[in-house]
């Protein structure tokens, strides 16, 4: 349970997240202004503060990657500073008109885009996703706790206290909270009350344990088990450069390749191209009984390892003699996250497209395309797998709930009922 | 726990709703006009069944209002029938392109409307709401799990028997599973791995309860506390009308008002006639200190009467000194359900749309106007104060996720990398 002050914080981040929403764009963008401004100003302390989190990391013996995240450097700061000022400049997601209908002269009805409220995001030890989150609160308005990984303890709460300091005199409200223990997390995934939506980032395990202890809603996804198919009527030169691409251009992303389903009827030209480019890359194979003669070192692949997100150079290959097959594979096995196809025969591309049930279905390019900034939404707040409220990759909408607003001249229901009553004519407006 | 039969047809129904979703609109729609021509046909059966349906009912001693929407007479039958037809004729609500934005020239990628899969509705004794049910669902795409209120039980079964037959030939899938018992209903709501949704309609207590037994998420309200504010600058006639109307029109549903916050500079001019319109209208009021003079037969508004839902001809009345203090009683009493001002003063108005965090946000018009079929969404699902997903009147629109497709050419995000990668031009084509 939340001990009371922790309640108290998260009620008047309620409070806070209303009167944000009146804030003005403008109010909001040169919110994200001061707030950039002052994390140029205070670089000497951030970096004192990211310094002691550095060389506590450094004795506990963390892996160098989780190192290399955790440091703040300049680069990073000008990057983070260069963030906000694109932020500020996006369009309002604010009072969007998502549609707009007449139904009846001068009785117009409106859905408008309005901010969730209080919003939960735990996130990776990077300093960076602190500035960027906070920096898409402001932006749509809404209120934010924000946890993020315990490595990255005082240079977040140097980050916070900045950040609030900078943005008070323009919004003149609570909107952040910083919280730093597993206990305090605990205590938010039970405060359904006051908090409309959680966004966790992180170990599938992790993201996994936020989707089980709480009764609020959570847009993210536990696994990436991304798939690429390579059809009967592939470009195999294409096919070849997508399945390295989605395997190696970075392996350690959601969204890269665990699995590769190659048609029979191409296993013959294609899999010996695959075998060499992966071998040299370092990528190692679990190859099925169809696929492994293929791969000289590959390992007999069990059931298992085409359910495994192997975050790696490691992936796991298996030959189909269908389409069908290929599908039917994706929905047992993947994460409904990305899948691929590679073909160049139109009825297949959209076979694939309808049939596979996933967030992102992809032809003939890498999987490592499902991403907020290459999709165009301007900013990424995570990748979601849930079907409810947003899916895919999710920019500044999915932060956003709508309202409906209807302006009339006295109208009853009494008028619009019974025989003689008069009719709507739901004229649509946009 | 769910026992294995149950769990293997809601398996079975996980298969169906694939299916249903490649079906194609016309397939979808003539399924509906064949489950219409079946309950045409079996108009003797179902009054059969209903017949004793009625009889147990009336045994048991129900209300007779209850007992009245339990009833599947011919006129209930012919709008069900004509609700189906109409249902048919609705835009295909699968495959509509939300966003399609063109990331390079030739690399296009598309948001696409698709069905969510699996939904679980759980509802009234009212037999024409199960048909309504159905045919949203394959209207949608959607495979549904069906409970209906314990005393239509044989009517529910022959529908349902009736609707999956009529629409095998078509559909060629299992989409419909009727489900019976309480336990049936908590052993549903444990199985989120196959249960896309639940949509609960039904008394407050039993919806939230299914919003507090389930993992899955819920589109819904438990509570209706509807307000309507009237403004120092209101103009009075269409005040009252709006008052009569969202009080009395129709008190048991969830969008009529319980509330009436009046403006301390009106209340002299309008309460003396909202008082003897109510009285003669049999409203039975609740009054704050400086209401209460003007109600001669109100009883003394307690601080629980702002929070309650009476459903019935009874109401609360409070005189307020400041459109603030409107908002700020409605922000801490109401639901977030449906709200109205009544004003002549854009500017308040624009106040209230902005500061009001509910569904419905109205002004001058009567709250009991918050409904799918007068919104003109076709058809409705029901009303959610959920600020996730959807939220206010639903209808097709809610039964819906969407994909993301991105169509390439071997494009690979390693050429988008680095300093002298290509960049994205991000076109928006619709």
Known sequence: MADNKLVESVKALEKGAMKLSLASDEARSSALLAI????????????????????????????????????????KIDSAIKGLEELSRLPDPIGKIKEKRELDPGFVLEKVTFPIGVIAMIFEARPDALVQIAGLAIKS???????????????????????????????????????????????????DKYIDLVIPRGSNAFVRYVMDHTRIPVIGHADGICSVYIDSDADLEKALAICIDSKVQYPAACNAAE?????????????????????????????????????????????????????????????????????EHIQEHGSHHTDAIVTE????????????????VFCNCSTRFADGFRFGLGAEVGIS??????????????????????????????????????????????
Request: with cysteine; glycine share 6%; charged share 25%.
């Open 259 to 327: 699995t590769f389903l190659v048609h029979s009827a191409v296993c013959e030209a294609f899999l010996p191209r695959l075998s060499s480019a992966f071998a040299s890359l370092g990528v190692k194979v679990h190859a099925d009984e169809r696929a492994i003669r293929y791969f000289p070192s590959a390992e007999a692949a069990a059931e298992d390892d085409f359910r495994t997100e192997y975050l790696s150079l490691e992936c796991a290959v298996k030959v189909v003699d269908s389409e069908e097959e290929a599908i």
């Open 141 to 191: 308005g809404n209120a934010v706790v924000l946890k993020g990984g315990k490595e990255a303890t005082l240079t977040n709460r140097a980050l916070v206290s900045i950040i609030k300091e900078a943005a008070l005199p323009i919004v003149q409200t609570d909107w952040i909270l910083g919280i730093e223990s597993h206990e305090d997390v605990d205590a938010i995934l039970s405060l």
């Open 36 to 75: 950039a401004g002052a994390i140029d100003r205070n670089r000497t302390l951030i970096h004192e503060e990211n310094e002691k989190d550095i060389e506590a990391a450094g004795k506990s013996g963390i892996a160098k990657a989780l190192l290399h995240r955790l440091e703040f450097t300049d680069e």
């Open 385 to 430: 797998t849930s079907k409810i409220h947003a899916r895919g990759p999710v920019g500044l909408d999915g932060l956003m709930t709508t309202k409906w607003l209807l302006s009339g001249n006295g109208e009853t229901v009494a008028e619009y009922s019974g025989k003689n009553g008069r009719s709507f004519h739901h004229k649509e407006l946009i």
């Open 345 to 360: 025969n139109e009825e297949h591309k959209m076979e694939f497209f309808s049939s596979v049930d996933s967030a992102d």
